[in-house]
């Protein structure tokens, strides 16, 4: 909607006056600067003099921009308005429409709608509407955004009087450009005449009768010293005529326009990862974990020999990299006593040896599922709530893992130069999606008592 | 006395015990969560021999506690299908480094909960460089300042994010990639009222990362274009290769389903060779049939098994 400021009376006043725009956008015109190429999106505009626009502030993605010499203007649309002195189109400048000095022009045009009451009765009188205009009659209605300045557009507007009332029975409206000057300044003239008494406090505003509307003005360039976000604004006078054409009653009414806000963000490409404990008793991977974990450990503590061991982290990962991401792990070494080195797949009794499930044909590659505690060692599974991808999940039931419950996979083993294994992940952007990593351990009855320790890192990449 | 000052400070020693539960409490719950964003995860660079260049990466500790965060730098190479690094246990690349006082690689530094923090990277290449395409990852690993210690059996657990870094030196910014396709599967013959399946491989054998762009298209037998399929930008590094996917689903694999396809179709795909503006064509074609096997072979099967019955019928009842 446009904005009204303020009512001035002149002789007697229509009151409750208000005048509206359907779009109170400023038109952009303005013209190429140096350096402009023709078969490239690029436009660099005058940013200096010559043309009302100085700024692409008053264009905005989408907007319907012609390009050229006068007389063989081509019709663009802008896709960006950054910074002030460039935008970039859609498709490519034509040769031709990159000289120097050639005109940009974007027009915007509004539908007006104005309401009142009127003041007095006249018989046989006129509602006029007067819009600023150039003065010439072919630069005022050329279709060409004019500086401050309403154009009357290339074709007469509609003028859209109310329905007749009492009193009132209206013409068809009228428009004539430039037609009436007033103090110095020019105006079109957008009319309804009626037969009739007319009536004292008549409201057209739209709901007790209709009100009048003027379709297609184009609004205004920016006047001379325009300054970006502050309205300029153009007094629109609204006269009450009797049958001689003399002013009985009139108000004005300034109305602004102003270029529309620009609301910019900047969304960099980033990926989150988070590692979080999960609480012991936690039912996950079809098995009840036994201990809390944190972000930066699992601490399994004293562990039984006789029953596996359960315990779960969450992993989540979060990423607008259009790509997606994926995420691996790998362990440094076997669960060694006190950390000490497990050298390959080391069965020593200082060592809690990765599983090899059920069938002996679990690897850091291979799943096989682990139910029977007559099998010891340590491996870690899946239960994914929202990943895109994962390679096997606690209960997958193929292949080696046919006929079990808990499907696990032992950790890559750094120290035995096996690669990292991608856990989950996802060809495409993610929205916090998450897995539960399941850890189990068992350790042999051999294995000898005191503390045993290793490190696991998940890695979180974009994928390019 | 002594109940007096129970009584006294009874209350207020209940009211501190139960803070330090609290926060206690609230320490461990708060150390049970990391959460590190890193920005750009992916980022393309191009530089000059005897030219130096500084990006930026930003961290954010999105987490409640602090962290200890070690940056180093490791080798990647491409999977050859996906896009996904695979990480090398090395760094090669000599010329980067973090351009900030005391920081650099494997060198730690604290982030607080909720705070940013902006790593100028800078690279500095001798004039002396050839040019060539390095991949490397700069590695965040992140784990709580404040580390629990604890004796007991456990597994440590670190979290650690990538940011890639592909690096282009070359003396001109010309894209010197050079894509070709190097297989398209498919079933050579398919039921007509199944749809045409089918993947491809693309490999750069140039010297510079550059996005796959061009169709896949599928021609009936009159020569008639009957389907066409965008193929989603994808980068392929330097002596890489990566499988094509169709822009709309982002699907690896490429389908044209009709209700019935009959006779020789020709599965063609155009890929630019590169970015340039008069980048050649490279053109690989494969060819399938689709004939009607459902409809041939039941009833076939239907004679063989009938034929098989009959014969078995006269053996057991001689005449």
Redesign the interface.
């Given at each position: 909607m446009g904005i009204s400021f303020f009512n001035r009376a002149q002789s007697a006043s229509l009151t409750n006056v208000s005048v509206t725009l359907s779009n109170p956008r400023l038109s952009f015109r303005g013209s190429l600067a140096s350096g402009n190429i023709a078969g490239t999106s690029q436009v660099i505009i005058n940013t200096s003099s010559n043309h009302p626009s100085l700024s692409t502030a008053q264009l905005q993605e989408g907007d319907s921009i012609a390009i050229g010499e006068a007389g063989s203007l081509a019709n663009y649309t802008v896709s960006t308005t950054n910074p002030a002195s460039d935008f970039t189109l859609t498709s490519v400048l034509a040769a031709g429409d990159s000289d120097l000095n050639d005109d940009v022009i974007s027009t915007q045009s509004a539908a007006l709608t104005v309401r009142f009451t009127t003041a007095t009765a006249i018989n046989n009188g006129r509602f006029r509407i007067l819009v600023p205009a150039l003065a010439s009659d072919i630069n005022s209605a050329d279709g060409i955004p004019d500086s401050d300045l309403y154009d009357f557009g290339s074709s007469a507007p509609t003028v859209t009087c109310p329905t007749n009332i009492s009193g009132y029975a209206f013409t068809t409206g009228t428009a004539t450009a430039s037609a009436i000057t007033i103090s110095g300044t020019d105006y079109h003239s957008y009319e309804c005449a009626y037969a009739g008494t007319g009536g004292v406090g008549t409201a057209f505003d739209g709901t007790s009768n209709d009100y009048i509307t003027i379709s297609n003005v184009i609004n205004p360039a920016p006047e001379a010293g325009h300054t970006t976000g502050t309205a300029d604004t153009q007094n629109i006078v609204i006269q009450h005529l009797d049958d001689g054409f003399n002013v009985d009653d009139s108000t004005s009414v300034a109305v602004g326009v102003i270029e529309a806000v620009k609301v910019t963000a900047s969304v960099p490409a980033s990926i989150s990862f988070s590692i979080a404990g999960v609480a012991a008793s936690t039912s996950t991977c079809g098995i009840t974990t036994d201990v809390t974990t944190t972000a930066a450990a699992v601490p399994f503590g004293e562990v039984s020999i006789s029953a596996f061991n359960n315990a779960a982290q969450t992993l989540t990962v979060t990423t607008n990299a259009v790509n997606g991401y994926a995420v691996t792990t790998l362990e440094n070494d076997q669960l060694g006593l006190d950390g000490a080195t497990c050298t390959g797949d080391s069965t020593s009794n200082s060592c809690i040896r990765d599983s090899i499930g059920d069938d002996s044909l679990m690897s850091h590659l291979a799943f096989d599922n682990w139910d029977s505690t007559a099998n010891k060692g340590f491996a870690y599974s899946i239960d994914n709530d929202d990943a895109n991808t994962i390679p096997f999940e606690y209960n997958t039931v193929t292949g080696n893992c046919t006929g079990g419950t808990f499907c696990a996979k032992q950790f890559a083993d750094a120290e035995d130069s096996q690669t990292a294994q991608t856990i989950f992940s996802s060809a495409t952007v993610a929205d916090a999606e998450n897995i539960n990593v399941c850890y189990r351990v068992l350790p042999d009855v051999v294995t000898a008592a005191g503390d045993y320790e290793n490190f696991i890192t998940y890695t979180a990449t974009a994928t390019f | 006395m002594l109940n007096k000052k129970i009584k006294k400070f009874g209350p207020n020693l209940f009211l501190a015990s139960v803070c330090f539960f609290l926060s206690v409490s609230l320490g461990?719950a708060q150390?049970?969560?990391?959460?590190?964003?890193?920005?750009?995860?992916?980022t393309y660079l191009s530089i000059k021999p005897g030219e130096s260049k500084t990006y930026q990466i930003?961290a954010?500790n999105?987490?409640d506690s602090t962290l200890e965060i070690t940056p180093s730098l490791l080798d990647f190479e491409?999977d050859n299908l996906?896009?996904?690094?695979?990480?090398k246990?090395t760094g090669t690349f000599k010329y980067i480094q973090i351009n900030e006082g005391s920081s650099f690689f494997g060198e730690s530094f604290n982030l607080e909960p909720k705070q940013k923090k902006t790593i100028p990277i800078t690279i500095d290449i001798p004039r002396s460089e050839r040019e060539e395409e390095y991949?490397m990852?700069i590695?965040f690993?992140f784990?709580?300042k404040i580390?629990?210690q604890?004796?007991?059996?456990?597994?440590?657990?670190?979290?650690?994010?990538?940011?890639?870094l592909?690096l282009i030196v070359t003396k001109n910014d010309l894209d010197r990639g050079n894509i070709i396709v190097k297989n398209i599967k498919s079933m050579p013959i398919i039921d007509s009222f199944m749809p045409i399946r089918f993947t491809a491989i693309a490999e750069n054998i140039g010297k510079n990362?550059t996005p796959a762009s061009g169709s896949a298209k599928i021609y009936d037998w009159q020569n008639k274009e009957v389907a066409q399929f965008e193929v989603h930008p994808?980068?392929i590094?330097a002596d890489s290769s990566r499988q094509l996917?169709e822009n709309e689903f982002?699907s690896?694999e490429f389908r044209y389903k009709k209700p019935f396809l009959l006779g020789i179709y020709r599965i063609t795909f155009e890929l630019n060779k590169n970015s340039s503006l008069d980048s050649e064509i490279i053109t690989l074609n494969k060819t399938i049939v689709a004939l009607p096997l459902s409809i041939i072979i039941l009833p076939l099967s239907g004679f063989i098994l009938y034929s098989g019955y009959r014969l078995v019928l006269i053996k057991i009842k001689p005449r």
């Amino acid at each position: 909607m446009g904005i009204s400021f303020f009512n001035r009376a002149q002789s007697a006043s229509l009151t409750n006056v208000s005048v509206t725009l359907s779009n109170p956008r400023l038109s952009f015109r303005g013209s190429l600067a140096s350096g402009n190429i023709a078969g490239t999106s690029q436009v660099i505009i005058n940013t200096s003099s010559n043309h009302p626009s100085l700024s692409t502030a008053q264009l905005q993605e989408g907007d319907s921009i012609a390009i050229g010499e006068a007389g063989s203007l081509a019709n663009y649309t802008v896709s960006t308005t950054n910074p002030a002195s460039d935008f970039t189109l859609t498709s490519v400048l034509a040769a031709g429409d990159s000289d120097l000095n050639d005109d940009v022009i974007s027009t915007q045009s509004a539908a007006l709608t104005v309401r009142f009451t009127t003041a007095t009765a006249i018989n046989n009188g006129r509602f006029r509407i007067l819009v600023p205009a150039l003065a010439s009659d072919i630069n005022s209605a050329d279709g060409i955004p004019d500086s401050d300045l309403y154009d009357f557009g290339s074709s007469a507007p509609t003028v859209t009087c109310p329905t007749n009332i009492s009193g009132y029975a209206f013409t068809t409206g009228t428009a004539t450009a430039s037609a009436i000057t007033i103090s110095g300044t020019d105006y079109h003239s957008y009319e309804c005449a009626y037969a009739g008494t007319g009536g004292v406090g008549t409201a057209f505003d739209g709901t007790s009768n209709d009100y009048i509307t003027i379709s297609n003005v184009i609004n205004p360039a920016p006047e001379a010293g325009h300054t970006t976000g502050t309205a300029d604004t153009q007094n629109i006078v609204i006269q009450h005529l009797d049958d001689g054409f003399n002013v009985d009653d009139s108000t004005s009414v300034a109305v602004g326009v102003i270029e529309a806000v620009k609301v910019t963000a900047s969304v960099p490409a980033s990926i989150s990862f988070s590692i979080a404990g999960v609480a012991a008793s936690t039912s996950t991977c079809g098995i009840t974990t036994d201990v809390t974990t944190t972000a930066a450990a699992v601490p399994f503590g004293e562990v039984s020999i006789s029953a596996f061991n359960n315990a779960a982290q969450t992993l989540t990962v979060t990423t607008n990299a259009v790509n997606g991401y994926a995420v691996t792990t790998l362990e440094n070494d076997q669960l060694g006593l006190d950390g000490a080195t497990c050298t390959g797949d080391s069965t020593s009794n200082s060592c809690i040896r990765d599983s090899i499930g059920d069938d002996s044909l679990m690897s850091h590659l291979a799943f096989d599922n682990w139910d029977s505690t007559a099998n010891k060692g340590f491996a870690y599974s899946i239960d994914n709530d929202d990943a895109n991808t994962i390679p096997f999940e606690y209960n997958t039931v193929t292949g080696n893992c046919t006929g079990g419950t808990f499907c696990a996979k032992q950790f890559a083993d750094a120290e035995d130069s096996q690669t990292a294994q991608t856990i989950f992940s996802s060809a495409t952007v993610a929205d916090a999606e998450n897995i539960n990593v399941c850890y189990r351990v068992l350790p042999d009855v051999v294995t000898a008592a005191g503390d045993y320790e290793n490190f696991i890192t998940y890695t979180a990449t974009a994928t390019f | 006395m002594l109940n007096k000052k129970i009584k006294k400070f009874g209350p207020n020693l209940f009211l501190a015990s139960v803070c330090f539960f609290l926060s206690v409490s609230l320490g461990n719950a708060q150390a049970s969560r990391i959460n590190l964003s890193i920005s750009p995860p992916v980022t393309y660079l191009s530089i000059k021999p005897g030219e130096s260049k500084t990006y930026q990466i930003r961290a954010e500790n999105l987490g409640d506690s602090t962290l200890e965060i070690t940056p180093s730098l490791l080798d990647f190479e491409a999977d050859n299908l996906t896009g996904q690094p695979v990480v090398k246990q090395t760094g090669t690349f000599k010329y980067i480094q973090i351009n900030e006082g005391s920081s650099f690689f494997g060198e730690s530094f604290n982030l607080e909960p909720k705070q940013k923090k902006t790593i100028p990277i800078t690279i500095d290449i001798p004039r002396s460089e050839r040019e060539e395409e390095y991949a490397m990852t700069i590695f965040f690993t992140f784990k709580n300042k404040i580390d629990e210690q604890q004796k007991e059996t456990q597994a440590k657990v670190a979290g650690t994010i990538g940011s890639n870094l592909i690096l282009i030196v070359t003396k001109n910014d010309l894209d010197r990639g050079n894509i070709i396709v190097k297989n398209i599967k498919s079933m050579p013959i398919i039921d007509s009222f199944m749809p045409i399946r089918f993947t491809a491989i693309a490999e750069n054998i140039g010297k510079n990362a550059t996005p796959a762009s061009g169709s896949a298209k599928i021609y009936d037998w009159q020569n008639k274009e009957v389907a066409q399929f965008e193929v989603h930008p994808d980068m392929i590094l330097a002596d890489s290769s990566r499988q094509l996917r169709e822009n709309e689903f982002l699907s690896r694999e490429f389908r044209y389903k009709k209700p019935f396809l009959l006779g020789i179709y020709r599965i063609t795909f155009e890929l630019n060779k590169n970015s340039s503006l008069d980048s050649e064509i490279i053109t690989l074609n494969k060819t399938i049939v689709a004939l009607p096997l459902s409809i041939i072979i039941l009833p076939l099967s239907g004679f063989i098994l009938y034929s098989g019955y009959r014969l078995v019928l006269i053996k057991i009842k001689p005449r």
